[in-house]
Structures are given as structure tokens and as C-alpha cells.
């Protein structure tokens, strides 16, 4: 539901934030009516199996012939962003204790879904890697989206 509503308002990535912030609300162990539900790995990985398929039907010869042409600044900024996550991951271990597996699950590149299910299959601690996704998410459309598109327009 709160994902339908963030798709009306015409948030941007509103289902995806609406059903992550509604499934998150729900639950909630003082929710009444309701319990923690942890999805079976089987539904998981269906689920993923589905978002696989979606992804790779979009992939194309002519989506893969433009990305090379942009081939070096897309590896430079991976290789960047590679050094800025390497240093967040040092951070985490040794500022606040978080083990490896999930220092290195929260700056993972990803979508929520497969990281959650890397997390869980791992034994990593799944709400700090939902936590700091979820802030990566909220920042980018709420903080960099306006910016980029203010200063593109």
C-alpha cells in the first residue's frame, strides 16, 4: 500500500521505497495483529530469479554498444567509488565493531533485495546492511536526484 501511495505522488523508485518502508513498518514486533516474518529462502530466491530475468531482458546488444562508449569514466568512478567503500568498511570494523561480513554487504552495489538475501545467506547483521542501504537509497532521490536534476535543467 505505501508503496502504491509513493507511485502516485510520483516519487521517484516509489514502489521500491513504499514496499521496503511498508513491509519494514509492518513488521515490527509491537505491531498488533501481526509478527516478524521472515520469507522462506525458496520465495527469496524466486524473487530473485524474477528480478534477474527483468534485469536481463533489458540488456540488449545496443544498451551494451552505448555503455562502451562511456567505458572509461564509468571505470573511473567505479574505481573511486571502490577507495571511498574501502574506507567506509575500515571505518565500520574498527570504529564500531561491525564484522567484515556486513561492513562489506553495506557498501555493496546492489539492490536491497539481493543484498538482503546476500546478508541472510552470509550471517551478516541484516538491519545495519538494511539500514545503510536504505539511507544510500533515501539520499540518493531525496538529496542527489533534486540537485542533479536543479543543476541539469
Known amino acids: ?50 528480478i534477474g530475468v527483468v534485469s536481463g531482458v533489458m540488456l540488449t546488444v545496443d544498451s551494451l554498444a552505448s555503455t562502451a562508449a562511456v567505458a572509461l569514466p564509468v571505470a573511473g568512478a567505479y574505481l573511486a567509488l571502490g577507495v571511498v ?11 564500531y565493531s561491525v564484522d567484515p561480513a556486513t561492513a562489506v554487504l553495506t557498501v555493496t552495489p546492489g539492490g536491497l533485495s539481493e543484498v538482503s538475501s546476500l546478508a541472510i545467506d552470509k550471517g551478516a547483521r541484516l538491519g545495519v546492511v538494511l539500514t545503510v542501504h536504505a539511507v544510500r537509497l533515501f539520499a540518493l532521490v531525496f538529496l542527489v536526484l533534486p540537485v542533479l536534476l536543479a543543476v541539469l535543467t
Open 85 to 95: 567503500n574501502l574506507v567506509f568498511i575500515t571505518l565500520l570494523m574498527s570504529r
Open 1 to 50: 500500500m505505501v508503496g502504491g501511495l509513493f507511485e502516485y505522488l510520483g516519487i521517484p523508485a516509489g514502489m521500491l521505497l513504499g514496499s521496503a518502508i511498508g513491509a519494514a513498518l509492518v513488521n515490527q514486533p509491537g505491531m498488533p495483529r501481526m509478527r516478524p516474518v521472515a520469507f522462506p529462502r525458496a520465495l527469496r530466491q524466486t524473487g530473485l530469479v524474477a
